[in-house]
């Protein structure tokens, strides 16, 4: 079902103006986005649940645009990942880029890999539906926070799996990704805790991390490493009390001991939020961890925190502007 936004002719034609820079004005695209709501990717497991669904947010104009991917955490207890695409979309949308919120089961209704399976689906998906969409398929990136930023490094780092693909929804399309944007995810559950069988981590694997240890490291973004991985930015706080800083200093490093092209952003005193992560107020604070072409750079006090950051990481990450895209695998 599409919808229009609600937003005037006038304000968008003056939005698309600024970022369009010194473009004439009669060279201003002055359609309104588009959002197309509640896509079924797949068939909905069970039956009325809401894991294989997700909401378009389409930039005006424009032919094959690069595409962000975003699930929202919930420590994999809720399905309905694809809440608060809305609250950035606008911002992608005015630098041409479409977004994609996507859900996946929680953990109440399947067990691992069937998350993988189930984010991996809707890639193929909007990569089979890309000229309907006008996507471009080569450049896909995903981004979520917490859960969802498992959910990132997981569909950054697994590309190319077959063991982890799944049959669920179309088939016959690749299911990687050409970047990623983690905001606190997980990257080694083994590391996370719990025995008892009641973490969030072990009703993901439906079982107690003291009997599974395999299939957690299965399940941890940091045991799927490989050369062929794409560029990977990593954001999280140094007081964050749900998920410990530790688990993305862990896998920047073991990133750079690959030499991949990876970026870490660690911001003291922030929690487990991504307005406190981004908080103007703490920028200059933080330490910024860069490797490129198997070189590390740090930087204290810079790059901030932003949206200006995250869509220039990705420009670069994608080839956009005109570049050609970068064969990562």
Not at 45 to 61: E, I, R, T, V
Not at 134 to 148: E, H, I, Q, T
Not at 149 to 167: K, R
Request: glycine share 12%; proline share 5%; hydrophobic share 35%.
């Amino acid at each position: 079902m599409n919808s229009r936004t609600g937003v005037a002719v006038a304000a968008a034609a003056a939005l698309l103006g600024m970022v369009a820079g010194a473009a004439p004005a009669s060279a201003v695209d002055t359609r309104l986005p588009e959002v197309v709501k509640d896509v079924a990717y797949a068939p909905a497991q069970p039956a009325n649940s809401k894991g294989h669904l997700l909401d378009l947010y389409l930039p005006a104009g424009g032919e094959a645009r690069p595409l962000v991917i975003w699930t929202a955490g919930s420590a994999w207890q809720r399905d309905d990942g694809k809440s608060r695409a809305d609250s950035f979309a606008s911002l992608f949308n005015a630098k041409g880029y479409a977004v994609a919120g996507v859900s996946i089961r929680s953990s109440s209704q399947a067990q691992f890999p069937a998350q993988v399976h189930d984010f991996k689906a809707a890639i193929r998906f909007l990569r089979a539906n890309a000229a309907k969409y006008r996507l471009d398929p080569k450049r896909f990136a995903y981004m979520g926070d917490s859960s969802g930023g498992w959910t990132t490094q997981m569909a950054t780092l697994t590309g190319g799996e077959e063991s982890l693909e799944g049959d669920i929804g179309t088939t016959g399309q690749p299911s990687n990704v050409q970047a990623g944007v983690a905001f606190y995810g997980i990257s080694d559950l083994n590391k996370l805790g719990g025995g008892g069988g009641d973490t969030p981590q072990e009703k993901l694997l439906g079982c107690a991390l003291t009997v599974c240890k395999e299939k957690a490291a299965q399940a941890s973004p940091i045991t799927h490493i490989d050369k062929a991985d794409p560029p990977l930015l990593l954001l999280h706080g140094q007081g964050d009390t749900l998920v410990n800083h530790e688990q993305s200093v862990m896998l920047y490093q073991a990133l750079k001991a690959s030499c991949r092209e990876t970026q870490f952003i660690s911001v003291p005193g922030a929690n487990h939020s991504m307005n406190d992560v981004m908080n103007p107020s703490r920028f200059g604070q933080q330490t910024g961890y860069t490797v490129n072409n198997c070189k590390e750079t740090v930087s204290n006090g810079s790059p901030n925190p932003t949206w200006d950051h995250i869509i220039g990481f990705l420009n670069t990450a994608l080839g956009t502007g005109g570049a050609q895209p970068r064969d990562h695998g």
